[in-house]
């Protein structure tokens, strides 16, 4: 079957030139845009159930955005004065550059990864006296413990933000030929939303082995899989696939 359809369960791009413009230009497909999870951020009075002091450390691990925003979110709730010698480990370049967002790059200490947690492992462990906090989400990705633990650095972490599932109910009647997930928890908002969805002929294309692994636990059958090496991002699977069905010339 043609696609002539596709969801993606993520924010619009803000960017003019994203692939996914490109798809639709290109193939004459129709793309909505629609998260189906989204972030809240923790209660102050919540951080500090966590026994959370933000005067007692001297780094903050950030990876993603996320984190840097609810970091000095609750900074500023806190009325904590961020130091200028306060050591910044960022995960990728992505989140150092958006640190910018807050402080001014040149005159702090910030330390940047390549891309993986465990590309940090390295320069936390060249400062493994710091006492470094580590902002995250209720649903923390097991490496990073991991990683921190087999360093032996003192860490600590704080839930400073949520994942929670989005309400999709004004989606019920609406059919796609494509849904693409990103995440395990937006295959369980699908079906929280929708406990009774049957897949039929919807293709489902998913980002990652976990989110396969979650997709493939709720009986669902997955059509289009990204990353490969053929197609490393979930535009260029999904061109791929659809250049497949549609025939295009």
């Known amino acids: ?39 809240e951020g923790v209660p102050v009075k919540e951080v500090r159930s966590q026994k959370i ?25 806190m009325r904590y004065k961020v130091p200028e010698d306060l050591k910044y480990f960022c995960q990728s370049e992505a989140v150092a550059f958006y640190l910018q967002k807050y402080v001014v790059y040149r005159k702090r200490k910030i330390y940047v990864g390549q ?27 097991f490496d990073v413990p991991q990683t921190l633990n087999g360093l032996k650095v003192n860490w600590t972490q704080g839930i400073f933000y949520r994942t929670v599932m989005s309400d999709l109910s004004d989606l019920a009647d609406v059919y796609y030929d494509v849904l693409a997930f990103f ?9 929280k939303n929708f406990p009774d969805f049957k897949q039929n002929e919807t293709r489902i294309a998913v980002f990652g082995s976990t989110t396969q692994k979650e997709a493939l636990e709720h009986g669902l059958r997955v059509d289009i899989m990204a990353p490969s090496p053929e197609a490393p991002s979930m535009t260029m699977a999904l061109e791929k696939y659809i250049s497949k069905v549609n025939k295009d010339k």
């Open 1 to 39: 079957m043609k696609v002539k359809t596709i969801l993606v369960s993520q924010p619009e791009p803000k960017v003019d030139n994203s692939p996914y413009f490109e798809l639709i230009q290109k193939h004459k497909v129709k793309i909505d845009f629609r998260p189906f999870i989204h972030v």
């Open 183 to 191: 995440s395990p928890t937006g295959i369980k908002s699908l079906f």
């Open 115 to 141: 891309k993986d947690f465990i590309d940090l492992s390295p320069l936390i462990k060249k400062y493994k006296e710091e006492k470094f906090l580590l902002p995250a989400s209720d649903q923390l990705n």
């Open 53 to 77: 002091d933000l005067n007692n450390f001297t780094a903050i691990i950030l990876t993603s955005k996320n984190a840097v925003d609810h970091f000095f979110r609750v900074a500023e709730e």
